[in-house]
């Protein structure tokens, strides 16, 4: 099992963050792809500290380095510098057998195509990443509709991936994620596939799991009405993380990024006759 | 796990209908190219292993059943005279010529043995008795064989070597390796119509039953000691001498083997393709799999119960379609045997053909990038 920290489990509890000790701290980070003699860096030195109960933004232009580091968060891929803890433990120095222990353990992921099992239903889909974690039978069901209680799907238990919607079978995806009750979440465009209701259900149900129940929750977009949701956004280019903007939280609740230079740039863009 | 294994395979009804259909097929071709090998065993020896005989005298050098030489019936005296000898009893095996009531001619194998005695006698006896052959000229044969031989039913006549003869019974699934039936009758007719190879003093066989007390390897020893020029074997001994020599030196046992071998090879190809491209289909999800935290023994798992529910489907199917080709072959030239242990054998060769195809499988997905997930 994985060693959590007292203060990271404490935070995953609660849901509040009990200690100044980030959930995923990254120091340095740097990915090579080699192909023969050509050499492509794909991410350069990267430093990053991220909190439980926060959903963090990652946005940047196709091949700014964006997926590259999500996989490398997610323990899928290994860098080829740097330094990677999760919950305290150094996962860089961990031998590649004992990473799909930290996925079952500390992670949950939600991918863009959604990646569901065309086979079984919405219950057994989740059920499977219970079953992956050795929960199986009963416990495994009971856990599977509870999940997709939470996720407003209760009327949609039984059905295929097929009959069901993209917002939904994303919801489903969303599920499966915290079977295993994942302190971190990375989610890889989640919502570009989806209509505006759709989306904003699923970066609403993102940013829920981040905020009422302690979840680093990540997540890559080029999403655009997706920003006001995040408390944190992240902005890669060319493998280097630039630029860094947090979220304003207003008495009421609602947030909002007042210098967004992002946005400010693609509203500058639009034709005047659009 | 298992629903996934389950879902998968079966979702494709198509591909799983191929799947099954290369299965059911190896097996099916299997089965009856052993089944074969074993009926053709089974029948080189049959009159040797249901002779009800301990030990076996031939003439020297005689290898096998079906050309066995004649020799004096002094010997047969000398034989009785030998310690742990309970009985001796003259046969005869000789080929003659059969005039079928149409006139046609077949070329049959004649056995001579004493009614009566209880060694080498005719079993399996569906019409008459073998003490009918006593009566003069009464022959019997197998129902295999009434249609080749031009009878239909006992009392029928014919000619055996310019001798009269007559149906007196049936036997039901005696079966000769060679194309010549088996016609069983008294030792005495069989002098009769196999002449003129064969003289009143003349015998190719002597059978023994020992005496209690001794074993066949005792009164074996004594009989070589005792009788000169001739050969003795236990009857365990020259069954198997006939069946190796008809199997092996005559290379049809290793043409059935090697169609079997065929069949097992052609069977893992054909598994092998369906379960890969079966894989194939599902790669995506396998790569999800790993990103979830499944580890390569999960993967493992799901890909070998897939096979397994291959194999037991497949082999289930497959046992049917066997059961009726060999029922088919109990009333045909050619006997297919599906013994109990070959059943039982043949389940786990189903077992290991489909986890050996899926090995290929199986090496791709524990070699998966699970950051293909991220990919497009």
Same mark, same amino acid.
């Given at each position: 099992?994985?060693?959590?920290?007292?203060?990271?489990?404490?935070?995953l509890?609660?849901?509040?963050?009990?200690?100044?000790k980030?959930?995923?701290?990254?120091r340095?980070?740097s990915?090579?792809?080699s192909?023969?003699?050509t050499?492509?860096?794909?991410?350069?030195?990267?430093?990053l500290?991220?909190?439980?109960?926060?959903?963090?933004?990652?946005?940047?232009?196709?091949?700014?380095g964006?997926?590259?580091?999500?996989s490398?968060l997610?323990?899928?891929?290994?860098?080829?510098?740097?330094?990677?803890?999760l919950?305290?433990?150094?996962?860089?120095s961990?031998?590649?057998?004992d990473?799909?222990?930290?996925?079952?353990?500390?992670?949950?992921?939600?991918?863009?195509g959604?990646?569901?099992?065309?086979?079984l239903?919405?219950?057994e889909?989740?059920?499977?990443?219970?079953?992956?974690?050795?929960v199986?039978g009963?416990p495994?069901?009971?856990r599977?509709?509870?999940?997709?209680?939470?996720v407003?799907?209760?009327?949609?238990m039984h059905a295929?991936p097929?009959d069901l919607?993209g917002?939904?079978k994303?919801?489903?995806?969303?599920?499966?994620a915290l079977? &295993?009750d994942?302190p971190?979440?990375?989610?890889?465009?989640?919502?570009a596939?989806?209509?505006?209701?759709?989306g904003?259900?699923?970066?609403?149900? +993102?940013q829920?799991?981040?905020?009422?129940?302690?979840?680093a929750?990540v997540?890559?977009t080029?999403?655009?009405r997706?920003?006001s949701y995040?408390?944190?956004?992240?902005?890669?280019?060319?493998g280097?993380l630039?630029?860094e903007?947090?979220?304003?939280?207003?008495?009421?609740g609602?947030?909002h990024?007042?210098?967004?230079?992002?946005?400010?740039?693609?509203?500058?863009e639009i034709p005047?006759?659009? | 796990?298992a629903?996934?294994?389950r879902?998968?395979?079966?979702?494709?009804?198509?591909?799983?209908?191929v799947?099954l259909?290369g299965?059911?097929?190896?097996?099916?071709l299997?089965?009856?190219q052993f &089944?074969?090998f074993l009926g053709f065993?089974?029948?080189?020896?049959?009159?040797?292993?249901h002779s009800?005989a301990?030990?076996?005298?031939?003439?020297?050098?005689?290898g096998?059943?079906?050309?066995?030489r004649m020799?004096?019936?002094r010997?047969?005296?000398e034989? +009785?005279?030998?310690p742990?000898?309970?009985q001796?009893?003259?046969?005869?095996?000789?080929?003659?010529n059969w005039?079928?009531p149409?006139?046609g001619?077949?070329n049959i194998?004649?056995i001579?043995?004493?009614?009566?005695?209880?060694? &080498?006698?005719?079993?399996?006896i569906?019409?008459?008795r073998a003490?009918?052959?006593?009566?003069?000229?009464?022959?019997?044969?197998?129902?295999l064989?009434?249609a080749?031989?031009?009878v239909?039913s006992?009392g029928d006549?014919?000619?055996?070597g310019d001798h009269r003869a007559?149906?007196?019974g049936?036997?039901r699934?005696?079966?000769?390796f060679?194309t010549?039936?088996?016609v069983?009758?008294?030792f005495?007719?069989?002098l009769?119509?196999?002449?003129?190879q064969?003289?009143?003093?003349?015998?190719?066989?002597?059978?023994?039953k020992?005496t209690?007390?001794y074993?066949p390897?005792?009164v074996?020893k004594? +009989?070589r000691?005792?009788v000169?020029?001739?050969?003795?074997?236990?009857s365990?001994?020259?069954s198997?001498?006939t069946?190796?020599?008809?199997m092996?030196?005559t290379?049809?046992?290793l043409a059935?083997?090697?169609?079997? +071998?065929?069949?097992?090879?052609? &069977?893992v190809?054909?598994?092998?393709?369906?379960i890969y491209?079966?894989t194939?289909?599902?790669?995506?999800?396998?790569?999800?799999?790993k990103?979830?935290?499944?580890t390569?023994?999960?993967?493992?798992r799901?890909?070998?119960?897939?096979?397994v529910?291959s194999a037991?489907l497949?082999?289930?199917?497959?046992?049917?379609?066997?059961?009726?080709?060999?029922?088919?072959s109990?009333k045909?030239?050619?006997?297919?045997?599906?013994?109990?242990?070959?059943?039982i054998?043949m389940?786990?060769?189903?077992?290991?053909m489909?986890?050996?195809?899926?090995?290929?499988?199986i090496?791709?997905?524990?070699?998966l990038d699970?950051?293909?997930?991220?990919?497009?």
């Open positions: 099992m994985t060693q959590f920290s007292p203060s990271i489990k404490t935070a509890v609660t849901g509040q963050p009990a200690s100044p980030p959930v995923i701290r990254a340095k980070l990915r090579v792809y192909e023969g003699a050499e492509l860096r794909a991410l350069s030195g990267v430093d500290d991220l909190d439980a109960g926060q959903l963090t933004l990652m946005m940047g232009p196709s091949g700014s964006k997926t590259t580091l999500l490398i997610g323990c899928i891929l290994r860098p080829t510098d740097g330094r990677l803890e919950l305290g433990e150094d996962v860089t961990l031998p590649e057998k990473l799909p222990r930290i996925r079952r353990e500390a992670i949950g992921f939600v991918f863009q959604f990646n569901l099992f065309p086979t239903t919405a219950a889909n989740v059920a499977l990443a219970m079953d992956i974690r050795g199986r009963a495994a069901r009971q599977a509709d509870g999940l997709l209680r939470e407003g799907l209760q009327d949609r295929f097929a919607s917002g939904q994303q919801r489903v995806a969303i599920a499966r079977a &295993g994942p971190i979440l990375l989610a890889d465009e989640p919502t596939a989806l209509d505006s209701t759709s904003r259900a699923v970066i609403e149900l +993102l829920r799991l981040a905020h009422h129940h302690g979840r929750v997540m890559v080029h999403d655009p997706v920003l995040g408390d944190r956004i992240l902005h890669l280019e060319d280097r630039v630029r903007e947090a979220a304003h939280h207003s008495p009421g609602a947030q990024f007042p210098p967004f230079q992002a946005v400010a740039d693609f509203v500058k005047a006759e659009f | 796990m629903l996934l294994a879902r998968n395979l079966f979702h494709d009804r198509i591909r799983f209908a799947t259909t299965i059911v097929f190896a097996l099916v299997i089965i009856i &089944g074969l065993t089974t029948t080189t020896s049959n009159n040797i292993d009800n301990d030990l076996w005298i031939v003439f020297h050098s005689v096998y059943f079906d050309t066995g020799f004096t019936e010997k047969y005296y034989v +009785l005279s030998t742990g000898v309970q001796a009893e003259k046969y005869i095996q000789n080929f003659a005039k079928k149409d006139g001619v077949e194998q004649i001579g043995f004493r009614p009566g005695s209880g060694l &080498g006698e005719p079993w399996n569906s019409q008459g003490i009918d052959v006593k009566q003069e000229d009464g022959v019997i044969i197998d129902e064989y009434k080749k031989l031009g239909a006992i006549r014919v000619e055996i007559r149906v007196v049936f036997t699934g005696i079966r000769s060679t010549s039936p088996f069983y009758t008294s005495k007719n069989s009769n119509y196999t002449r003129p064969s003289r009143e003093d003349q015998l190719t066989y002597i059978l023994i020992t209690p007390g074993t390897a005792e074996q004594n +009989l000691e005792h000169s020029d001739l050969d003795v074997y236990t365990e001994e020259f198997r001498r069946r190796f020599y008809w092996f030196t290379g049809a046992g059935v083997l090697t169609a079997a +071998l065929m069949g097992l090879v052609v &069977g190809a054909v598994v092998a393709q369906t491209a079966a194939m289909d599902h790669i995506r999800e396998y790569g999800t799999l990103a979830m935290g499944a390569n023994r999960y993967l493992f799901v890909l070998i119960e897939q096979a529910w037991v497949g082999y289930g199917f497959a046992m049917i379609v066997a059961h009726f080709i060999v029922q088919a109990e045909g030239g050619a006997l297919i045997l599906m013994p109990i242990p070959m059943t054998g389940f786990f060769l189903a077992i290991f489909c986890v050996a195809a899926a090995l290929v499988s090496s791709k997905v524990t070699r699970p950051a293909m997930v991220f990919k497009g």
